[in-house]
């Protein structure tokens, strides 16, 4: 899971800090405003760099919906309409979730299975904003995630676990994609792409799985790392 810097009140767009005005008190569920949302949404998507704040698989507005961090429970909490309690998480509509649905789209595929906000319900699992949550997981080829096995701490081991377990981060879909971008990683440096291209950010928008791929970059270049050890020793022998 990648750190994302936890969001400031003031930076929230105006259009939806105009709404908060005109409704002090209101809670999210009567936040109906479908052009506000939108806009609120598109700036969580930017400040992602367009990528779910769980799984880090790619989304836009059209794929996505606005997950809070500590859950609504149902009306009761008071976080509802903070937007530093908000982030972007992928798979728009969970209905499209019906065993019988035919995903006819990359997106559709990605989110046949649910997963991340909408499998979470109001479990606990660490939050993007965390710090900490870029140390809890570590990823292998097989295009799995697992709990980082630098963890000592019970505590964190158990809310690692759960967060994999109840965002469902080994579903299928995103097990098969994070492999395709991890092998696709590799590829790039084969072909002599320098890493902080194949890692970097274009338009905005960062590569999808962008953890998994990391991992994928530097473990390649650990495994080339003897061979040009060996090449600079040779220089100065
Ligand atoms: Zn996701």
Known sequence: ?????????????????????????????????????????????????????????????????????????????????????????????????????????????????????????????????DERCERFFEYSFSGRVSVSRALSDPDEIALAEDSIEYLRLNVPSLVLLRRIAMFEAVKMLGDGIPADAVLGESGGKLPPFYPAEKTAVEKARGAAKPAAQEEVSEQFA
């Open 1 to 129: 899971m990648r750190h994302i810097e936890i969001p400031r009140e003031e930076d929230a767009p105006d259009a939806f800090k105009y709404w908060k005005r005109r409704h002090p008190g209101a809670k999210y569920y009567r936040f109906k405003d479908a052009r506000v949302k939108r806009v609120l949404k598109d700036s969580l998507i930017a400040r992602q760099k367009f990528l779910c704040c769980y799984c880090e698989s790619r989304i836009d507005g059209e794929n996505s919906h606005i997950e809070h961090i500590e859950p609504q429970m149902g009306g009761l909490s008071e976080r509802s309409m903070d937007y530093s309690n908000m982030a972007a998480s992928c798979i728009r509509d969970p209905k499209k979730n019906e065993p019988d649905f035919i995903p006819r789209t990359f997106e559709e595929l990605v989110g046949s299975t649910l997963h991340c906000g909408h499998a979470r319900g109001c479990n606990r699992v660490v939050s993007p904003y």
